[in-house]
């Protein structure tokens, strides 16, 4: 049997074919164009599972079930999108929608548990029952992975690593509260902190790399400062990871992982900011006396293959 995953996202839809060894045997995408009525939307979502179909030669019989990670908020047991700030969607059928083109199984998870579902099965995870996956994007995605199954809590609401607060007077958060991890430790913090230091020091090697449009400025153009010996985007990149490592430390603190997973394209930065985070964390979290094992962390394994086959795999029944 064959297994479909789909990740939805604001800017593309990817959606990948799996086999039972969990191997992507084809992939695709199509942009999402967020702004269309969510038919249109589902109907390129399955025209793309159908045209990946027909370029393999898998029938739809040789499927077993489409799984679809969503950002936001899901209805698990009807297949309903209840609501995601991306895309705009409130109480979509996603389940009765994708039926009308593909009469298969559909199933229907938030896509950062799905990443994670997918690290702990088929990647940086996948040899421990207990972890955590961190996303570092436009916020700060997480899935909590606990007996080899996401955690979702009383109301399928768990996970929102991302707000976690670090200080209840500080950065404004697209939540509506201050202080949230994700205000300091995301992507977009990052470029935000980067354009600040631009501005203050605009002697910094940091405005020669982007010619002094400040607007070219990503993730990666402090560390890139960084590896040429400018202090001021080594001072960004430092301070950066200070905060990254508080809310690992949070999250290994309360839930003690086995794994803590890096993903997102930032953790392409690799030892340049895990090195530094494991020594955060050996510092501020609790393991008490004695010869007791610490959490690892971890560079995600899966790119952004993890959503695709963390979807792929719901018809397991994973949560918790």
């Given at each position: 049997m064959y297994?479909?995953?789909i990740d939805l996202g604001g800017t593309n839809i990817a959606a990948g074919i799996l086999d039972e060894s969990l191997k992507i045997v084809k992939k695709g995408s199509v942009p999402t164009g967020n702004t269309r009525h969510y038919s249109d939307i589902i109907k390129d979502m399955a025209m793309l599972v159908i045209q990946l179909l027909k370029e393999t030669g898998i029938s739809k019989n040789e499927v077993d079930s489409i799984g679809i990670g969503c950002p936001g908020t899901c209805d698990r047991e009807n297949g309903v999108l209840l609501y995601t700030n991306n895309i705009k969607f409130d109480d979509v059928p996603m389940r009765l929608e994708m039926q009308k083109y593909l009469?298969?199984?559909?199933y229907l998870e938030n896509d950062a548990n799905c990443a994670a579902l997918g690290e702990s099965m088929a990647g940086a995870a996948r040899d421990v029952s207990d972890s955590i996956t961190i996303t570092l994007g436009t916020g700060i995605g997480g899935g909590i992975i606990l007996n080899n199954k996401i955690y979702i809590g009383f109301n399928g609401m768990a996970g929102e690593i991302g707000h976690i607060v670090l200080n209840k007077q500080g950065e404004s958060c697209t939540c509506g509260r201050k202080g949230c991890w994700e205000a300091y430790a995301s992507a977009t913090a990052l470029i935000k902190q980067t354009r600040n230091a631009a501005q203050k020091y605009p002697e910094s090697l940091v405005n020669t790399l982007v010619n002094g449009n400040l607007n070219k400025i990503d993730a990666?153009?402090?560390?890139?400062?960084?590896?040429?010996?400018?202090?001021?985007?080594?001072?960004?990149?430092?301070?950066?990871?200070?905060?990254?490592?508080?809310?690992?430390?949070?999250?290994?603190?309360?839930f003690q992982p086995s794994r803590i997973v890096i993903g997102g394209g930032i953790s392409k930065e690799g030892d340049t900011i895990l090195v530094p985070l494991r020594e955060i964390a050996r510092k501020s979290t609790y393991f008490g006396e004695g010869d007791v094992p610490h959490t690892q962390i971890v560079g995600a394994e899966l790119g952004n293959d993890a959503g695709i086959v963390g979807a792929a795999m719901l018809w397991r029944g994973q949560q918790v």
């Open positions: 297994y479909v995953g009469p298969l199984q559909v990666k153009t402090a560390f890139d400062a960084m590896r040429q010996g400018d202090s001021i985007g080594t001072s960004i990149v430092n301070e950066y990871i200070a905060y990254l490592g508080e809310g690992v430390s949070d999250l290994i603190n309360i």
